[in-house]
């Protein structure tokens, strides 16, 4: 017989090194080019946008083998022999991703020999922040005050 381990050995080294090469690409994103603009200058004043860099990976591997119940040997013995073999069960997989994100974060101003950084405001995720913020405070209020119907 077989063993399904060996087929599923190579496959994780494979997913391993795949995922190995999307990290380092993932990486390559996160250099000082990134977070820091190219200056662009106009009359006397310089300008540098400074960003923030993200950079995510996941991924995910399993395996499986056939049921060793002796009702279901036969039936998948039977069907393995079918497609020209002898074992049965198996089963493997993997998958991943990855992320590399950048968004401004500061723009920094150069005029003579003074230096001013000015924050940039994400409206959006502000926005976001205070409606998540709002939503919690609701749910957890309005438990609060069923816990206190109930008691009394």
């Not at 977070?35 to 946008?49: A, K, L, N």
């Not at 405070?137 to 008691?151: E, H, T, Y």
Request: glycine share 16%.
């Amino acid at each position: 017989m077989k063993d399904i381990g060996d087929g599923l050995f190579a496959n994780l080294i494979k997913t391993q090194e795949q995922a190995t090469e999307l990290l380092n690409r993932l990486i390559t994103t996160a250099r000082a080019e990134s977070v820091y603009g190219e200056p662009i200058e106009r009359d006397g004043v310089t300008v540098i946008t400074a960003s923030e860099v993200m950079v995510a990976l996941g991924f995910g591997m399993g395996s499986g083998v056939g049921a060793e119940s002796p009702a279901r040997k036969d039936e998948q013995e039977s069907a393995a022999a079918a497609m020209g073999g002898s074992d049965f069960g198996g089963g493997g997989g993997g998958g991943g991703g990855g992320y590399a994100g950048a968004r401004p974060v500061a723009v920094i101003s150069i005029v003579d020999d003074r230096v001013t950084v000015e924050p940039v405001v994400d409206a959006t995720k502000l926005g976001l922040a205070f409606f998540t913020f709002a939503a919690s405070f609701i749910v957890v209020v309005g438990r609060l005050l069923r816990a206190a119907q109930k008691s009394d």
